[in-house]
């Protein structure tokens, strides 16, 4: 066997000699052309720093890589599933509440690490019927229908615009072909921006005014600078708001790694282990949100490109994370993005709002659910009323006070904790993970 061959198992699936260092290069700029519009729309809709987002969405995949003993072709981008949380603490993109929300991320990280070492020790299985697809289906359509409202605020501004966004997303994603079909939502984007800059929509100044070489990092915005005058209610509230995000994102991640599985035809599952997948990811999210970045997760769209290029070489991957690292360190770039209409924003994310409640009841479909067991019922309704009722109600959040500090669980955070227990304690469970089959997990927050 060639010393070049990459091994995943007992076989090697890849001989880099064959491909050449050109086409090597060229595969990985277009895996990180698949992931970039997904990456950078987030920091786009938060107010997160553009740049930073790259920078670790580039480290974060290579560290990703590192602790999956760089087996696993998986590329690490921005997270939409935690969009509400950024929203919960910095309803207006505010750069100074932005780092509270940042740090409740972190702690979401944490879990990752906590749920990795219980697999562990006790296996898959055992630790996955806590989370069973009629807790996490419920919470994932919250997630989306709590972010609604603010996709209609965007869309009003300009409706015209918006609808370009959302025509050229859908039929990208239902008639496209090969990479069109991947990229809708960078496509999207372009064309709704194209539109509003031909009808004198967008303001340039800032792209003229930023320089092409820059740092992409920047104290102010990083969770250290809390520390120089913290507000400890805020620091408390983010935390509780935010972790409870992680039950669904790390479920996402099973699926994700499921999928990845099942294209390259190797159970990434058992072998590196999803204990380390899992610390991976959770990991790359927690060092992003440090230092001002939004969560990472496992990215459908560069599933989609092996599955296209049929290469499954993780080295190309990486290509594609060096390039990401490459580009955040130009401000041009980052400027060009905060330019974008709100309108644009608002099409694009309408779209994808609707579909993160779409991939809910996916989730519960494709598993099938029971509904005819009334725990099954009143564990759903609970999480949905709780969750979006909470939301949208003049509360906004359940607070109470504990000494000088004033604790607020957001409604996804209630919801998610009263679906938990409840799954724990009702008779009647009737859920069994599947190591060999994961993907009936059915989560996929990618568009």
Known sequence: MSKDSVVIGDEPIYDARKLGTPKMLILGIQHMFAMFGATVLVPALTGLSVSTTLLFAGLGTLLFHFLAKGKVPAFLGSSFAFLAAYWAIAPNGEAELLPYACLGVFCSGILYLILAAFIKAFGTSKVMRFFPPIVTGPIIIAIGLNLSQSAIDNCAVNWGIALVAIAVVIVCNIWGKGMIKIIPIILGVIASYAVAALFGQVDFTAVKEAAWIGFPI????????????????????????????????????????????????????????????????????????????????????????????????????????????????????????????????????????????????????????????????????????????????????????????????????VGSLVGIILNAVFPGKDYVFDEEKPDETGVNFEV
Request: glycine share 8%; aromatic share 8%.
């Open 218 to 413: 920047y104290w102010d915005r990083t969770v250290f600078a809390i520390f120089e005058n913290p507000d400890t209610s805020l620091i408390v509230n983010s935390i509780i708001t935010i972790m409870p995000i992680a039950l669904a994102t790390m479920v996402e991640h099973i699926g994700d790694i499921s999928a990845i599985s099942s294209t390259v035809g190797h159970n990434f599952i058992k072998d590196p282990g999803l204990h380390r997948t899992l610390c991976g990811d959770g990991m790359a999210t927690m060092i992003a949100s440090l230092f001002g970045g939004p969560a990472n997760t496992t990215y459908g769209e560069n599933t989609g490109v092996l599955t296209l290029s049929k290469v499954y070489d993780p080295r190309v991957i990486r290509l594609a994370a060096y390039f990401a690292v490459l580009f955040s360190f130009c401000p041009k770039i980052s400027a060009i993005i905060s330019c974008m209409p709100a309108a644009t924003m608002g099409g694009v994310s309408l779209v994808l709002y609707g579909m993160i409640s779409a991939v809910g009841v996916r989730n519960i479909v494709e598993t099938k659910v029971d509904f005819t067991l009334s725990r099954n019922v009143i564990i759903a309704a609970l999480i949905l009323v709780l969750s979006i009722g909470i939301n949208y109600s003049t509360l906004g959040a359940i607070s109470f006070t504990v000494g000088t500090a004033t604790i607020s669980f957001s409604g996804l955070a």
